[in-house]
């Protein structure tokens, strides 16, 4: 993926790589401070791009072969229609540094944007208190904390 097709100053970009650690793949991913793209394709090419604020969880998983190979799967959690609610990051290499990268990332984006974790908590979470998401009751305002925005 060129630079062109991501917003911003690219913070991390790699080729997939395939299960010797060779770059023969179609797929390109490209990280910059507010999302990160997935460009995959060669005849029919696929743009997947997911805001980094919408990024919820991370998982690392390696396969034996992986592990030889010293490649990771990153599997990020997101609130992102167009994904499917999944962005997989497949056969990175120096998955755990590449993690702490997009992990970084995300929470300055976080803090960019203004947003919290616990406003993709919605669907069907109970904060302790009787169904009230953020603790505060059930309109989510607490006239008392100054970090309401």
Same mark, same amino acid.
């Given at each position: 993926?060129?630079?062109?097709?991501?917003?911003?100053?690219?913070?991390?970009?790699?080729?997939?790589?395939?299960?010797?650690?060779?770059? /023969? @793949?179609?797929? @390109?991913?490209?990280?910059?401070?507010?999302?990160?793209?997935?460009?995959?394709?060669?005849?029919?090419?696929?743009?997947?791009?997911?805001?980094? /604020?919408?990024?919820?969880?991370?998982?690392?998983?390696?396969?034996?072969?992986?592990?030889?190979?010293?490649?990771?799967?990153?599997?990020?959690?997101?609130?992102?229609?167009?994904?499917?609610?999944?962005?997989?990051?497949?056969?990175?290499?120096? #998955?755990?540094?590449?993690?702490?990268?997009?992990?970084?990332?995300?929470?300055?984006?976080?803090?960019?944007?203004?947003?919290?974790?616990?406003?993709?908590?919605?669907?069907?979470?109970?904060?302790?208190?009787?169904?009230?998401?953020? #603790?505060?009751?059930?309109?989510?305002?607490?006239?008392?904390?100054?970090?309401?925005?």
């Amino acid at each position: 993926m060129s630079d062109a097709m991501a917003d911003g100053e690219v913070l991390w970009t790699q080729r997939k790589r395939n299960w010797c650690r060779t770059p /023969f @793949t179609f797929t @390109t991913y490209t990280l910059t401070a507010e999302e990160l793209a997935v460009k995959s394709g060669v005849l029919r090419e696929t743009f997947d791009v997911t805001k980094l /604020f919408r990024v919820v969880d991370m998982t690392i998983t390696r396969t034996l072969l992986q592990r030889l190979f010293g490649l990771s799967t990153i599997t990020l959690e997101t609130r992102d229609q167009s994904s499917n609610g999944q962005t997989v990051l497949r056969n990175v290499i120096h #998955g755990f540094e590449v993690r702490r990268i997009i992990q970084h990332a995300v929470d300055e984006s976080r803090n960019v944007n203004r947003v919290s974790t616990r406003e993709f908590m919605g669907d069907g979470y109970d904060g302790g208190d009787g169904g009230a998401v953020d #603790g505060y009751g059930t309109d989510g305002y607490d006239a008392d904390s100054p970090d309401q925005y």
